[in-house]
């Protein structure tokens, strides 16, 4: 038990992101975005993170918050507000490094308006907004309200990470290799998951982790 609350896998742990897991994806009827919309808006978080110098887990946080985020409005987020929101939920999980990502103003403005004429180029014809400092932190309070302030949603990334720490703690020393190379081959087929289509609530992050592991 205590090695399982050393390497942040222990039971309570798992209880507790199953109840997070519960309340973020709760029966719905509600549509999410298109899909080539959503994998546009994705990858543009992806650039924005790894611009940012975040930890590549937190492009998978950022993605599983759109999705519950779009689950709260029915249709998804509107496509005029996708933009800011992204970058806004992007900038959420940057803050928790750093309180100050006014450097990166400049790269946020241009690279949303960027994601505006992608959407445009798809046919779907969206209203470029007022791209300031200001619209975005307006734009994630909003968010932070809609998610109902639980931003620590995990991700498929997430519990891959625990199920195979948890797999090397009651395994033998001798399949660590192993268990080393099913880490390797689900994170390499995760990013393609997340970007084929939404986390819902018959397909949550845990669901899609174990049918990745197994």
Not at 16 to 40: C, G, M, Y
Not at 56 to 81: E, H, Q, Y
Not at 85 to 102: P, R, Y
Not at 195 to 206: E, I
């Amino acid at each position: 038990m205590d090695q399982l609350e050393a390497r942040g896998a222990h039971d309570e742990l798992v209880q507790h992101w199953d109840s997070i897991e519960k309340h973020a994806f709760p029966n719905t009827t509600s549509h999410s975005l298109p899909l080539q919309v959503r994998r546009a808006t994705l990858r543009f978080m992806r650039f924005l993170a790894d611009a940012m110098d975040l930890v590549p887990s937190a492009w998978f946080r950022a993605a599983v918050l759109l999705d519950v985020a779009c689950l709260k409005v029915d249709g998804g987020l509107p496509l005029k507000d996708l933009p800011i929101a992204a970058a806004a939920l992007v900038v959420l999980i940057k803050k928790e490094d750093t309180a100050d990502f006014s450097t990166y103003g400049p790269h946020l403005q241009a690279q949303i308006l960027q994601l505006h004429g992608c959407f445009n180029t798809l046919g779907y014809e969206v209203e470029n907004q007022e791209i300031t400092l200001n619209s975005i932190h307006r734009q994630e309070l909003a968010l932070m309200d809609l998610l109902s302030w639980q931003v620590n949603v995990p991700s498929i990334e997430s519990w891959l990470s625990v199920f195979c720490s948890r797999l090397m703690l009651m395994s033998d020393p001798a399949l660590f290799p192993c268990i080393q190379w099913v880490w390797r081959f689900c994170m390499m087929h995760a990013e393609p998951f997340v970007l084929v289509g939404p986390a819902w609530p018959t397909l949550t992050p845990r669901n899609a982790a174990q049918g990745l592991i197994v």
